[in-house]
């Protein structure tokens, strides 16, 4: 696959909330140096009123990395905007696409996409309180709305307010009746409606979301828009990320096996525990895809699931999880990796 120009929202890891902390984060900078990675939904008022350093820290070695907000007051996304910047952040990222009953009782989220005037007025606040870019990842309609000039609507108001980057997640969203696992799955994908939206706007970088899983996919979706998110696929099955650089990004072949990975997550672990006192085992629930869909893969999981093993170092669950891997696997140990 031949790479295009550079840009950086050609590939991206979705923000997932409860997955995509800074461990996630860290795990995956480990499998592809280019690919921008998001944080989870931070809202405004968990920054307004809670610790900075809980919410918005993160390793340097995230980067290129975005902070995504929840919320929909201009002076409070204004304000956190700032901090994100002020912490580092690369990009903001307004959240105009979560369907949650609870992120609507907050008056965020995808029933926002009803009010592109308020989406406008937050995003031009947040564009004249820091340097770096403010996008809006959003839907392409909320309920049973799937007229297209809904959605062509709402990113022509607000790229007025100066956004300039729209992450598109190619379903509606069901604002009553479905979970937020169903909204991902029950609203039919709609791609077309996000090319259109290039189409309609190409001095806008448009970036596609939703149902992504192969690099034949990425490939065929990047032929018609700018970039594409991943969500479910990168947090489960990780190992995809390691051809991300060479296949999009023209870069050289990923060379750690593994191995190497885990062997650089137990010392990252280590790390985190003499630093900052955080136990391995929150830690190590994001690498559980590390061997998906190899022989063993179950066994070597049930080793690093194990809460039994909690009161274990890491590198002595590290040293079982091998074991049982070689064994499961019935490969020689030589050809563990």
């Known amino acids: ?5 550079y840009n950086p929202w050609r590939l991206s890891v979705a923000p997932m909330l409860d997955w995509t902390d800074r461990h996630c984060r860290y795990f995956h900078r480990l499998l592809t140096r280019h690919t921008r990675l998001y944080t989870e939904m931070v809202t405004t008022g968990a920054l307004m009123h809670g610790s900075h350093r809980r919410h918005l820290r993160f390793h340097a070695e995230e980067h290129p990395v975005a902070l995504q907000l929840g919320g929909s007051e201009p002076a409070e ?17 307004l959240n105009c696409g979560c369907p949650s009953e609870r992120v609507q009782r907050g008056a965020f989220g995808a029933c ?44 022509g108001q607000v790229s007025e307010a100066g956004c300039r980057v729209f992450i598109v997640h190619a379903r509606n969203a069901w604002l009553q009746g479905l979970s937020p696992k169903e909204n ?38 990047l032929a018609q828009v700018d970039g594409v998110m991943v969500g479910r696929e990168a947090y489960h099955n990780p ?32 790390r985190e525990a003499q630093d900052d006192a955080c136990p391995w085992y929150p ?14 893969a179950r066994r070597w999981r049930q080793i690093w699931s194990d809460h039994r093993l909690k009161p274990e170092p890491p590198r002595a669950v590290f040293a079982l999880a091998r074991s049982a891997w070689v064994a499961a696997a019935d490969v020689p140990a030589t050809e563990f990796g």
């Open 112 to 155: 926002l996409m009803a009010e592109p005037a308020l989406v406008a007025d937050g995003v031009k606040a947040m564009c004249d309180a820091v340097d770096i870019p403010v996008t809006v990842k959003h839907r392409i309609g909320i309920d049973r709305i799937e007229d297209y000039g809904f959605v062509r609507d709402f990113v």
């Open 239 to 270: 190992w995809l990320l390691s051809t991300w650089d060479e296949a999009f990004f023209g870069d050289s072949p990923f060379a750690l096996s593994r191995e190497d990975v885990e062997a650089a997550m137990v010392a990252y672990m280590e």
């Open 77 to 93: 996304l204004a304000a956190a905007a700032k901090l994100g910047q002020d912490w580092g952040y690369d990009e903001i990222n």
């Open 283 to 296: 830690i190590a629930r994001h690498i559980l895809g590390l061997r998906h869909g190899l022989r063993g």
């Open 184 to 221: 991902r799955e029950v609203p039919p994908l709609r791609y077309e409606a996000v090319y259109r939206l290039k189409r309609d706007f190409p001095a806008l970088t448009i970036v596609l979301n939703g149902g992504v899983t192969t690099n034949a996919q990425i490939a065929a979706h």
């Open 1 to 5: 696959m031949a790479a295009a120009p």
